[in-house]
């Protein structure tokens, strides 16, 4: 495994180094084997192939691949998982499932094997190694985890565990977001980290106490993902945390797509990778928009080929748009929740809870102005609600046993007018 993580990190110095052209031709040998292997391996593709008369296509070009349909989560959400998989995945020491964010209201599980899991690390190694990180820097991650939590490549590559324990090495110290908020800028403060990493709304969270504390950090580098940051959050950042801010592009469908440095919105990609098209072309205030679908050009155990993102990319007339950097784009939006003693509920502590709550299609977390916490859920016409309301109650008194929180069923969610998501955290104004 080490040496192909080694392969894989070369290959990420080698491709950040070619012109467009060259990326473009090994992009497209790279898909062309990924769909060879995806329709004779997987019933799911070997099935939306028969039906779309493309299973006999010669991927030679990027046209070729415009033949191919789109999917999407909904149309994957049908499919047993291992109808989609290309290999027998009940074997936990040679594969992790993944749970994705939850971010349509939706989790769905992704399955990888270890290596290809782990070429995660590498890319985020990479892009911090470009900003001055060492082994030896400390980083912290406020994160859902508990600090005593491993991560999965700490388990499984036995030599990291050694490096981890003999040199002092990537360590990295958790701090679990359910600690009070005086605490976690405690910890921050007596670490004096090179890297905070988190969320954007966990790190408002603490930005926020910081500056009603009369508190200010100037930790070197702030990494977060998973949210669209805008720029008075951004401002907040540098005023507060810290004096670079880093900010991650990734799905689980295919994390780590992509970074960006202060708030540059220019996200260099691995196109080693990952790889874009785009649709749905529409002009909104003189710009052009679309939405990118995604390829993920490593994951052989559970192939994500043309996957629609629902994401809004902002469109750049550049031959270097969608291959070696995204511009701006608008992904998932989300509200951070006060509960009524002043405590905080932020996507983190929701998506610990229920990112694996597969008893219900949908889940949103919605807050009315009299700070009353409302979870609507919406579950198959057959599912037994009484059950499922009780399940979920229970994972939320396990982490907020005195919070008040009313459960309700819907039958539809309402779609977020600025990235086209229904969104899992919302505040209701009025």
Request: aromatic share 16%; with cysteine.
């Amino acid at each position: 495994m080490l040496y192909y993580l080694y392969k894989y990190y070369r290959e990420i110095n080698k491709w950040k180094k070619l012109p467009v052209d060259k990326v473009k031709e090994l992009q497209l040998r790279k898909f062309a084997a990924l769909f060879e292997h995806a329709k004779n391996h997987s019933k799911f593709y070997r099935q939306l192939y028969k039906d779309a008369g493309v299973f006999d296509l010669n991927i030679r070009s990027f046209d070729d691949i415009k033949k191919l349909p789109v999917i999407d989560k909904p149309m994957l959400r049908k499919y047993n998982i291992d109808d989609i998989t290309t290999v027998d995945i009940n074997h936990p020491k040679k594969f992790n499932i993944r749970s994705t964010s939850g971010s349509t209201g939706e989790p769905f599980k992704i399955a990888y094997n270890k290596t290809e899991d782990f070429t995660n690390q590498a890319r985020h190694y990479w892009s911090l190694k470009q900003y001055g990180y060492k082994p030896w820097k400390k980083v912290l991650i406020v994160t859902r985890y508990e600090p005593e939590a491993m991560y999965h490549y700490e388990k499984d590559i036995k030599p990291f565990r050694l490096i981890q324990k003999v040199f002092p090495f990537f360590q990295r110290q958790i701090v679990s977001v359910y600690e009070p908020i005086e605490q976690i800028v405690e910890k921050i403060r007596i670490a004096k980290p090179y890297i905070l990493w988190s969320t954007p709304s966990m790190l408002q969270i603490i930005a926020y106490k910081m500056k009603e504390k009369g508190v200010r950090f100037e930790i070197p580098y702030i990494c977060f993902t998973s949210e669209t940051v805008f720029e008075k959050q951004a401002q907040l950042f540098y005023d507060i945390l810290g004096k670079n801010l880093v900010n991650y592009y990734g799905l689980m469908e295919s994390p780590t797509i992509g970074f960006d440095i202060n708030m540059q919105q220019k996200f260099h990609l691995f196109p080693n990778s990952a790889m874009f098209e785009f649709i749905d072309h529409r002009h909104e205030n003189g710009q052009l928009l679309a939405t990118p679908v995604l390829t993920n050009l490593i994951n052989y155990t559970m192939p994500i080929i043309k996957y629609n993102t629902t994401d809004i990319a902002f469109v750049e007339d550049d031959p270097d748009f969608g291959i070696k950097y995204l511009g701006k784009f608008i992904g998932r939006l989300d509200d951070v929740f006060d509960f009524p003693d002043g405590t905080k509920f932020a996507h983190h502590h929701a998506h610990e809870m229920f990112m694996d709550f597969h008893e219900c299609q949908h889940f949103k977390f919605v807050q009315y102005p009299d700070k009353t916490i409302r979870l609507q859920l919406k579950v198959d016409s057959k599912a037994d609600k009484k059950s499922v309301y009780d399940k979920a109650m229970l994972r939320w008194k396990k982490r907020y046993s005195t919070k008040e929180l009313k459960i309700e069923f819907v039958e539809e969610f309402p779609i977020d007018t600025i990235t086209g998501k229904t969104r899992n955290m919302e505040k209701i104004k009025k």
